[in-house]
């Protein structure tokens, strides 16, 4: 399971973090996430979500809250004011 995950997780054409759920720092990102954020990996460990983004990072962060309330991705997008090709 754990290498069909980071498989998976390297080989995806959609940027993904994993992510401290209480500090919200990167732990984890995946080539994709890197070229978006134009760092390398380790130049994204350990930043926190904020750092990542910056002048966007009060979009991400309250789309996070929404995904939070909704507990579910769709959901949260589905809200108005959420435009998805901000993300």
Sequence with gaps: ????????????????????????????ANPAACRLLELDDHALLGRTLPECFGHEAGSVLTLLAGVRAAGHPAEALARPGVDRADL
């Design 1 to 28: 399971a754990e290498t069909r995950y980071r498989q998976l997780f390297q080989s995806t054409s959609e940027g993904v973090l994993v992510l401290d759920a209480e500090s919200l720092k990167v732990l984890e």
